[in-house]
């Protein structure tokens, strides 16, 4: 063989690509199993998230936040980040990155991530992106500047 | 040549700090992913792991030799640490870790690899990330600019240690401790990357290639085929008689110009995955 060194790490890193290609067959299968379940039980909780939601509006239930949008701002990685926080009877409905100018974008996109999984979760008690520690700190405190500010005056 | 080097450094190290970082939470995330049995996504580190390890498999370490931000700090204390003692002290030579323990320690890189990379597949390397150890974590405070510890005691404190050890040995980190130098090390690099030793035309007992290697590779036993070389091209202006070379200087009768081609497709594929700030 001619390049004996080269040989045996192509052939390590193929039986590495290949373990991890089998892993991912694996996962994929089963992510594809697991979402299936989820989306019927996403269904039912839209429902049941909107049945509240009427049952909320119809008898005027007190709420914690008052309804509206907020923004709201967290210290990244370089610098400030910002948000706004929509909450309707004190469900968080959606939320905006509105800017992130000193995050590495690389990085930013990693933490970016945690956004969809406040929404989904409806807290902020999630946990911090591995590689894009402050990034995360930065949008979840930005998501909690928003909360704080919409919160009843009388609470 | 030196010169070329240290402005290219210079330029990546204010470009794209964050790239070694990046590329090695791509390891972590492919592993954690793996630890929560999810399905591996290609994202923005993933995509910072592939790209810099394509490059490296192209070109050889390129990326360790003249762009990474922790290989160009390095450089910087270790020229430093040899300028206040030869200079203001008045020593002859700088304090050097003696070179029958380098390739030994050489090996603690592959361990502190095969750690994070088990600590992340077996799911504890959130716990261990509690006590704020990172190293890198605090260099990256100070490339933004902001002088301060952020709570991160225990990372400061092995900063400040892997800082003492740059100033008494070049590239401590790169070929001693850092993980993603275990992987370039470890990838097969195509044998036309590497730099040629003519040695029929050797002056016989001559040794300056190996003794100018910062990373201790004997080239008249070893020759280049060895994962250790971090690409610096120190060895070819040592050489008196410019006997180490490569196909790309033969073809273009230069040595700076594959350097700047290099660093500008290295430029452009960070601007390609994101990393250029």
């Given at each position: 063989?001619?390049?004996?060194?080269?040989?045996?790490?192509?052939?390590?890193?193929?039986?590495?690509?290949?373990?991890?290609?089998?892993?991912?067959?694996?996962?994929?299968?089963?992510?594809?199993?697991?979402?299936?379940?989820?989306?019927?039980?996403?269904?039912?909780?839209?429902?049941?998230?909107?049945?509240?939601?009427?049952?909320?509006?119809?008898?005027?239930?007190?709420?914690?936040?008052?309804?509206?949008?907020?923004?709201?701002?967290?210290?990244?990685?370089?610098?400030?980040?910002?948000?706004?926080?929509?909450?309707?009877?004190?469900?968080?409905?959606?939320?905006?990155?509105?800017?992130?100018?000193?995050?590495?974008?690389?990085?930013?996109?990693?933490?970016?991530?945690?956004?969809?999984?406040?929404?989904?979760?409806?807290?902020?008690?999630?946990?911090?992106?591995?590689?894009?520690?402050?990034?995360?700190?930065?949008?979840?405190?930005?998501?909690?500047?928003?909360?704080?500010?919409?919160?009843?005056?009388?609470? | 040549?030196?010169?070329?080097?240290?402005?290219?450094?210079?330029?990546?190290?204010?470009?794209?700090?964050?790239?070694?970082?990046?590329?090695?939470?791509?390891?972590?995330?492919?592993?954690?992913?793996?630890?929560?049995?999810?399905?591996?996504?290609?994202?923005?580190?993933?995509?910072?792991?592939?790209?810099?390890?394509?490059?490296?498999?192209?070109?050889?370490?390129?990326?360790?030799?003249?762009?990474?931000?922790?290989?160009?700090?390095?450089?910087?204390?270790?020229?430093?640490?040899?300028?206040?003692?030869?200079?203001?002290?008045?020593?002859?030579?700088?304090?050097?870790?003696?070179?029958?323990?380098?390739?030994?320690?050489?090996?603690i890189k592959y361990l502190v690899l095969a750690v994070i990379v088990t600590a992340c597949a077996v799911g504890i390397y959130a716990n261990l990330n509690q006590y704020n150890w990172n190293p890198w974590s605090v260099f990256s405070f100070l490339t933004s600019l902001r002088f301060t510890l952020n709570g991160y005691i225990i990372g400061g404190i092995l900063l400040a240690a892997i800082i003492v050890g740059m100033a008494c040995k070049e590239?401590?980190?790169?070929?001693?401790?850092?993980?993603?130098?275990?992987?370039?090390?470890?990838?097969?690099?195509?044998?036309?990357?590497?730099?040629?030793?003519?040695?029929?035309?050797?002056?016989?007992?001559?040794?300056?290639?190996?003794m100018k290697c910062p990373v201790g590779i004997k080239l008249e036993k070893d020759g280049f085929r060895n994962g250790e070389c971090i690409g610096c091209e120190k060895c070819t202006g040592v050489c008196p008689k410019a006997n180490i070379t490569r196909w790309d200087r033969k073809l273009v009768r230069n040595e700076m110009l594959p350097v700047i081609v290099k660093a500008v497709l290295l430029l452009g594929l960070g601007v390609l995955l994101?990393?250029?700030?």
């Open positions: 063989m001619k390049y004996p060194n080269f040989m045996m790490k192509l052939a390590a890193l193929a039986a590495i690509v290949a373990v991890l290609g089998g892993y991912q067959s694996v996962a994929s299968a089963r992510a594809a199993a697991v979402a299936e379940n989820e989306a019927a039980i996403e269904e039912v909780e839209a429902y049941n998230r909107e049945i509240q939601l009427e049952n909320a509006r119809r008898q005027a239930v007190e709420t914690y936040y008052e309804d509206g949008t907020y923004e709201g701002e967290g210290k990244g990685y370089g610098g400030p980040i910002r948000v706004s926080v929509t909450l309707e009877y004190d469900v968080i409905t959606d939320i905006r990155v509105l800017s992130h100018d000193a995050e590495d974008p690389a990085y930013f996109s990693m933490a970016e991530a945690l956004v969809q999984q406040v929404v989904s979760g409806q807290t902020t008690d999630v946990d911090a992106v591995s590689g894009a520690t402050f990034s995360s700190k930065g949008i979840l405190e930005a998501i909690n500047n928003a909360l704080d500010k919409a919160v009843k005056s009388e609470n | 040549m030196a010169l070329l080097r240290a402005a290219v450094q210079a330029v990546f190290f204010v470009v794209m700090p964050g790239a070694f970082m990046a590329a090695f939470s791509g390891v972590k995330s492919i592993f954690l992913a793996v630890s929560e049995g999810s399905v591996l996504e290609l994202n923005s580190f993933v995509a910072a792991l592939l790209g810099l390890s394509g490059f490296t498999v192209l070109f050889g370490r390129f990326f360790c030799g003249f762009a990474c931000a922790f290989g160009t700090l390095g450089d910087f204390v270790y020229w430093l640490s040899g300028l206040v003692q030869t200079k203001l002290l008045r020593r002859k030579k700088q304090v050097q870790i003696p070179e029958r323990f380098v390739p030994v320690l050489q090996m590239r401590f980190f790169c070929q001693f401790l850092c993980p993603m130098g275990a992987i370039f090390a470890l990838l097969p690099q195509f044998p036309f990357s590497a730099l040629q030793r003519d040695e029929e035309n050797c002056i016989k007992g001559c040794r300056a290639c190996s994101r990393l250029v700030r």
